[in-house]
C-alpha cells in the first residue's frame, strides 16, 4: 500500500510495557521516526532509528525494525500517565519529506 | 535558541478570507517544511522552499495555496479564498540542511486554523 499504517489506540496500564506497531511503505526509506504529540502542542522527535539497524534503546524506549516485513516498532518500559500522547510513525522517502502514519493515541491508566 | 516559531497559534477565518500563516525557523536553518494535519488525520506534508526558493511543492493544492521564504523574515503559507476544508492544524518544520535525515527537523507548535 502507500500508506504507513499503525493500530488507532491502544491502552495501558501505568507500569506495563508499551507496543506501539507501524508498517511502512517504502524499503528504500532510509530514517524512520517516532514522534510524540500531546493535546494542542506539535510534534516531538522520540527517537529515529537508520535503515541498517535493527534496534536502538534510548533509556525507557526500544525500537525494533524489521526491513524484510517494513515493520517499526516502538516500545515504552515501565509506561507512565505522562506518555499518554499520540504517536506517529513516519519514513523519511527521497530524502526531502516525512511520510507520517494517521497516529497511535495510547491512553495510560493508573 | 529558540525553537520553530509559528504565529498565529490559532486563527478564525470567514469563509471567503484569506489566512496568512507565520514560520520562522530555527536559528541558522535555512529548510523549511511546511505539513498539515487534518483532524485525526496524521500529518501530511505540503511544500519543502530553502531560502528564497521552493524546491518541492508537490503536496500542495494547486489552487488558492501559495508558499514563500524570502531572505529575510519568516516563511509564510497562504491560503486564498478559505474554505471549510482548510480547516486543520499547520505544522512547519526546519532543518539546517536537506532532509530530514539524521538530523531532527525540529517541528513548530502549529497554527490551528478554523474556517467558520
Known amino acids: 500500500g502507500e500508506d504507513v499504517e499503525q493500530s488507532l489506540f491502544l491502552s495501558v496500564r501505568e507500569g506495563d510495557s508499551s507496543v506501539i506497531n507501524c508498517t511502512y511503505t517504502?524499503?528504500?526509506?532510509?530514517?524512520l521516526y517516532w514522534y510524540k504529540q500531546e493535546p494542542g502542542a506539535g510534534l516531538q522527535l522520540l527517537t529515529y532509528?537508520?535503515?541498517?539497524?535493527d534496534m536502538k534503546q534510548d533509556q525507557r524506549l526500544t525500537v525494533l525494525l524489521n526491513k524484510k516485513d517494513k515493520h517499526l516498532s516502538l516500545r515504552i518500559a515501565d509506561t507512565q500517565t505522562g506518555d499518554s500522547a499520540i504517536y506517529f510513525c513516519?519514513?523519511?522517502?527521497?530524502?526531502?519529506?516525512?511520510?507520517f502514519g494517521k497516529g497511535t493515541t495510547l491512553s495510560v491508566s493508573s | 535558541n529558540a525553537g520553530v516559531m509559528q504565529n498565529p497559534r490559532h486563527l478564525v477565518r470567514r469563509r471567503g478570507q484569506e489566512a496568512r500563516l507565520r514560520c520562522s525557523p530555527m536559528?541558522?536553518?535555512?529548510?523549511v517544511y511546511w505539513y498539515r494535519q487534518l483532524p485525526e488525520e496524521g500529518l501530511k506534508f505540503m511544500v519543502y522552499?530553502?531560502?528564497?526558493?521552493?524546491?518541492?511543492e508537490s503536496g500542495m493544492p494547486k489552487e488558492r495555496f501559495s508558499a514563500e521564504f524570502p531572505k529575510e523574515g519568516p516563511s509564510i503559507l497562504r491560503i486564498q479564498q478559505v474554505v471549510r476544508g482548510d480547516s486543520a492544524a499547520y505544522f512547519c518544520?526546519?532543518?539546517?540542511?536537506?532532509?530530514?535525515?539524521?538530523?531532527?527537523?525540529?517541528f513548530g507548535q502549529g497554527t490551528r486554523l478554523t474556517v467558520v
Open positions: 522552499l530553502q531560502k528564497e526558493n521552493i524546491i518541492d
Open positions: 536559528k541558522g536553518h535555512s529548510h
Open positions: 518544520a526546519s532543518s539546517p540542511r536537506q532532509g530530514h535525515g539524521d538530523t531532527e527537523a525540529f
Open positions: 517504502d524499503s528504500s526509506s532510509t530514517y
Open positions: 532509528i537508520f535503515s541498517n539497524m
Open positions: 513516519a519514513e523519511n522517502q527521497a530524502g526531502t519529506a516525512l511520510i
